[in-house]
């Protein structure tokens, strides 16, 4: 009876500590970014997954861009570029697709045609396919508005989703004038300009902005030593998160 006794304890105890562990694990996701310089500055799909450790779903990352890359450019496997292998063989939940920051608006056939040959596989590989929105230039916030509007029409066309950053962008530029978003040319981002586009993704992805964030985002190397990635002022934090979860 004490056997019995003892086994039946350690089965119930063993049940709960179960059921707790599945209660704590968190979902994941694992997102595959394509694009060029716009998605790979400041490592910001690295930041979106670091981000989503304080959200309730863990966003995997990883990227397939080079400078410059446009979307024909990822499918025609141009600049070294192995994006369709890394669609086909990646087992992804998502893959975000960015064309080059002039690309809807000098080659918009290009980017319609590209985008669909792309969604189409993103698709039969068992992912879904989002829009990486791009900003508009410094000198030419007027082209927003026509940025949006091709990514709309493109996302409709192949039944994906949008990231609208180049609108967040806009709104973050119209409630604060002289922010930070932008590197001295006047069209990458600055770490600020990817802590925001980051954000974005976060929240779009998983329905989720964290209310808090720190100010300090580093990786270790080999030795175990710290690298900064992102450092910025709490106060810039607060607002990019304000204007994220406004998207």
């Given amino acids: 009876m004490k056997l019995i006794k003892y086994l039946f304890i350690t089965i119930f105890f063993f049940g709960i500590s179960n059921e707790a562990l599945a209660q704590n694990k968190k979902d994941t996701l694992t997102v595959l970014f394509?694009?060029?310089?716009y998605t790979f500055t400041s490592n910001m799909p690295h930041l979106?997954?670091?981000i989503s450790d304080s959200a309730d779903v863990k966003l995997i990352t990883s990227k397939s861009t080079a400078g410059g890359a446009t979307l024909k450019d990822h499918w025609t496997n141009k600049k070294g570029l192995k994006t369709k292998k890394n669609i086909n063989e990646g087992d992804y939940d998502i893959v975000v697709i960015q064309e080059h920051s002039l690309g809807t608006i000098n080659k918009k056939d290009d980017f319609l045609n590209y985008s669909k040959k792309l969604c189409d596989l993103i698709k039969s590989s068992g992912a879904k396919p989002y829009f990486f929105v791009t900003w508009a230039?410094?000198?030419v916030p007027q082209y927003q508005e026509t940025i949006t509007k091709i990514y709309e029409e493109a996302a409709k066309e192949n039944n994906g989703k949008l990231v609208l950053v180049g609108d967040a962008w806009k709104l973050a530029r119209s409630l604060r004038p002289g922010i930070?978003?932008?590197?001295?040319d006047g069209r990458h981002p600055s770490d600020l300009?990817?802590?925001l586009t980051a954000c974005v993704f976060?929240?779009?992805l998983t329905s989720e902005v964290p209310k808090k964030l720190p100010n300090w985002y580093f990786t270790t190397d080999d030795n175990g030593e710290k690298i900064t990635l992102l450092?910025?002022?709490s106060l810039?934090?607060?607002f990019c998160i304000k204007v994220a979860s406004e998207i």
């Fill in 48 to 50: 979106v997954s670091i």
């Fill in 180 to 184: 930070g978003l932008y590197k001295l």
């Fill in 34 to 37: 394509v694009g060029n310089s």
């Fill in 231 to 233: 450092m910025e002022d």
């Fill in 137 to 139: 230039r410094q000198k």
């Fill in 193 to 195: 300009g990817s802590f």
């Fill in 236 to 238: 810039d934090i607060i």
């Fill in 202 to 204: 976060v929240n779009t």
